[in-house]
């Protein structure tokens, strides 16, 4: 039986006869049987297998509708020197990771001059957003009813970070989650569609308008039944839950700032051996205005953390920075 040789795996196009890898590594297709194949089927893939024998691998990517095919590590490379080199000489996120691998974390008495109200340059926090699944329709109503009662929509953690609350709710499996600082319900109830069946979510708000608002929401919502709101002091209801016991999965900070400290000491007694904690807002020490005091408290926080030997934390620049923490 005629077979044809091993040949690489090929990407053909017959309008221009042009042939790339798929794959550096010995991939091979299986052996092909000549007979049987008739006429037109010979015609076909003649060609494509005379092109085969004398390829070579490119040195040059060349665009196409998908982009360049970077499965090809030569290809990959060539992109990386022709289209990727210079942007990187800049100050990029890419290259400010690279040097800060070795870099000393040194205490800083302040944080830095940022003179812009926002982490992300136009257009990224709405390209975000629109890369993200749409939230359910509970979510529209909490914004409506916000706008409705007056209150100051941007303490909503909003939509991407609303889906990434929930996806972790999921990760985890988490089945208690204590959310301080309810305001509308947002966090809330990102939480309850990612706790499991019968889990539950314990937030906590003192503003009683804002409680009025996030109960309405929870009335109506699905998943709404999985939120305990209680409406009071958080400082002394966290104590109490500590004095009580209480342990859960997933504690996250988002009340007053200039208290997060106090939470947070409080937050790793609630916490369950393999829970974590989050402080949402965190590099808003950057984005306030310097003369905010709230700003000077925000950096002497997460300071404070990184220099905490009871833990491993990563500061994420999700929205306005949240400080994810586990206990080590």
């Not at 005629?2 to 052996?31: G, H, N, Q, V």
């Not at 979510?139 to 009662?149: K, N, P, S, V, Y």
């Not at 809330?188 to 569609?193: K, M, P, S």
């Amino acid at each position: 039986m005629s077979e044809l040789p091993f040949l690489p795996r090929l990407k053909y196009s017959p309008s221009d006869s042009s042939c790339t890898t798929m794959s550096l590594k010995p991939a091979f297709i299986a052996p092909i049987s000549l007979r049987g194949l008739g006429a037109s089927n010979l015609r076909a893939i003649s060609p494509w297998y005379t092109k085969a024998r004398s390829f070579a691998r490119p040195t040059r990517w060349t665009a196409s509708a998908s982009g360049p095919d970077t499965s090809n590590i030569d290809t990959y490379n060539a992109w990386i020197a022709e289209k990727q080199s210079a942007r990187n000489q800049a100050k990029t996120s890419s290259n400010i990771g690279v040097t800060s691998i070795t870099k000393a974390r040194e205490d800083m008495p302040s944080p830095p001059p940022f003179p812009h109200p926002t982490l992300f340059q136009p257009g990224a926090e709405e390209y975000a957003c629109d890369m993200t699944r749409l939230p359910p329709k509970d979510f529209g109503i909490i914004a409506q009813e916000t706008e409705r009662a007056g209150l100051f929509a941007p303490c909503m953690v909003g939509a991407v970070e609303g889906q990434f609350l929930k996806m972790l709710a999921q990760i985890k499996a988490a089945k208690r989650v204590l959310d301080i600082g309810t305001f509308t319900g947002y966090s809330a109830l990102a939480f309850a569609q990612g706790v499991v069946e019968g889990g539950q979510v314990i937030t906590i708000e003192a503003d009683g308008r804002a409680a009025e608002v996030a109960r309405k929401v929870f009335a109506k919502a699905e998943h709404g039944d999985r939120i305990q709101l209680v409406e009071t002091d958080a400082r002394k209801e966290v104590a109490d839950m500590v004095k009580r016991g209480d342990k859960f999965d997933i504690v996250f900070l988002d009340a007053d700032k200039v208290n997060y400290r106090n939470y947070y000491e409080d937050g790793l007694k609630l916490l369950k051996e393999d829970g974590i904690l989050m402080a949402d807002n965190a590099l808003c020490s950057l984005v306030y205005s310097q003369d905010d005091p709230v700003r000077q408290s925000l950096h002497d926080f997460a300071q404070f953390v990184r220099n905490d030997e009871r833990v491993e934390q990563v500061m994420l620049t999700v929205r306005e920075g949240i400080l994810l923490v586990r206990k080590v």
